[in-house]
């Protein structure tokens, strides 16, 4: 009690700074100075004052419109690149006092027209780039970026959401699925929110976001591909945590083990829960043409599941990466249900009996899967192998009796003994090659085998 008074009393203190906290945001539209149309994808960074790294940033969409949320109280000024046009400033802008959002209005930019008779490229990266197939978000130039988590990065990545739980969407769909360093990783399959926590911010280098995924990514992730890039990280560590719940209805319990040596990297983890015994009362009580039916029972249910699981990959080297999961899924319920009956014709004609019924349901299911890539020299030109292996065994059995009272034989009764195997088993094999800087080669094959 002394923990909960102390917790509330510091709730209250630390209240009024935080609502005193506010969050500025800045807007406007992009267009071309000649033409007057809107230039979309334009890069449009928000600098503070005296700093030439970027507190925040997006690309505009297809009306050359951009709104930068999330500042804090300070003076900045905006940078705005697009390709062919000469960089544009402007400012300053000052955030402060009660108008939280500041519209620069319709800002123009002017086409390049000088002619150069050589050109250097660097290998400079800007914050945000729009290629072919994907928008990447360069991390590590941003110094905002530095602290918090995977989470805190992905709240500034355009086109991605974030709630205040951890959950995902892309575009408003949260059908999202979460890659690292270009292939699945086991530790997402648990808990996203969780995992996405577990990385530490300063360990990103970019982000990718595939709102169009090609066809070897089939049905997973129909609302797009979120691709987390690592920096070059050869430390050691385990780490790991325990969650539990309880309730008068639900209890829910995980666990989870996370070791990295050098290249290889292995995750454990089990999970699991239970509904405790909940009781039905029912009754009927029925009188009709002198003939009386009264009946009274209960029916008790009774659900768990639990899911262990191992996953693992390995950078084999520079080229060569595999990784593979392991999971499986166990969940079923009971009813046990007893009910008494009297079936009166007349005072003297009365029958009495009890019914029983039992049900038992259990579904298991075992997955597992092995993913190999290989890069070549050429960036983005790589070759993916999968092999998914998938098998589900069910049951449903279920008795159920009628006896006399005064009886030990049975009177009417039923029973059923269901089961269903399903066994599959996918093999893929993708290969993606850039032809040229807006035309990418996928060509593919894959296998599906069902029993």
Not at 312 to 331: M, Q, T
Not at 363 to 368: A, E, M, S
Not at 383 to 401: E, K, M, P, T, Y
Request: glycine letters at 8%.
């Amino acid at each position: 009690m002394k923990y909960f008074i102390t917790s509330f009393i510091v709730f209250f203190i630390y209240l009024p700074s935080y609502a005193q906290q506010k969050s500025y945001t800045i807007k406007g539209k992009v267009s071309d100075s000649v033409s007057k149309q809107a230039i979309e994808y334009a890069i449009v960074s928000v600098l503070a004052d005296g700093s030439s790294s970027p507190a925040g940033g997006m690309i505009t969409n297809e009306k050359g419109l951009f709104m930068i949320d999330g500042l804090n109280a300070g003076t900045y000024k905006l940078k705005i690149d697009f390709v062919g046009y000469k960089t544009k400033l402007s400012g300053p802008i000052v955030l402060s006092g009660n108008q939280n959002v500041v519209d620069m209005g319709k800002i123009t930019l002017s086409p390049k027209s000088n002619s150069l008779n050589e050109i250097t490229v660097s290998a400079h990266r800007n914050m945000l780039e729009n290629h072919i197939d994907k928008l990447v978000y360069n991390a590590e130039k941003d110094a905002t970026s530095m602290g918090g988590t995977a989470t805190d990065v992905l709240k500034k990545v355009p086109q991605v959401s974030v709630d205040a739980s951890g959950n995902l969407e892309l575009l408003g769909n949260n059908n999202v699925k979460v890659y690292v360093n270009g292939k699945p990783s086991p530790m997402f399959d648990n808990n996203l929110a969780e995992a996405l926590q577990a990385i530490p911010a300063s360990q990103i280098k970019s982000i990718e976001v595939i709102t169009s995924p090609g066809a070897k990514y089939d049905a997973d992730g129909s609302g797009g591909i979120i691709n987390i890039i690592l920096k070059d990280n050869k430390a050691k560590g385990i780490n790991g945590n325990v969650s539990l719940s309880a309730g008068t209805l639900l209890e829910t319990g995980s666990a989870s083990i996370h070791a990295r040596k050098g290249a290889f990297d292995i995750n454990l983890s089990l999970s699991g829960n239970a509904f405790l015994n909940s009781t039905t009362i029912s009754s009927l009580n029925r009188n009709t043409d002198n003939t009386l039916l009264v009946q009274n029972g209960q029916s008790r249910l009774q659900r768990n599941s639990y899911k262990p699981q191992l996953g693992f990959s390995w950078d084999i080297n520079k080229y060569n990466s595999l990784s593979g999961s392991f999971k499986y899924n166990n969940y079923g319920n009971m009813i046990t249900g007893l009910t008494s009956q009297q079936y009166t014709l007349e005072p003297a004609n009365a029958i009495q009996s009890y019914r029983n019924a039992n049900s038992n349901f259990r579904n298991r299911i075992l997955d597992g899967n092995i993913d190999y890539k290989k890069k070549f020299d050429k960036e983005g030109e790589e070759l993916s192998i999968s092999l998914q292996r998938s098998q589900a065994d069910n049951s449903n059995n279920f008795v159920q009796g009628e006896y006399y009272n005064n009886a030990d034989s049975l009177f009417a009764g039923v029973k059923g003994n269901n089961t269903i195997s399903d066994k599959e088993t996918y093999i893929s094999i993708d290969y993606t090659e850039p032809i040229r800087k807006d035309v990418v080669l996928e060509i593919g094959t894959k296998g599906s085998f069902s029993r």
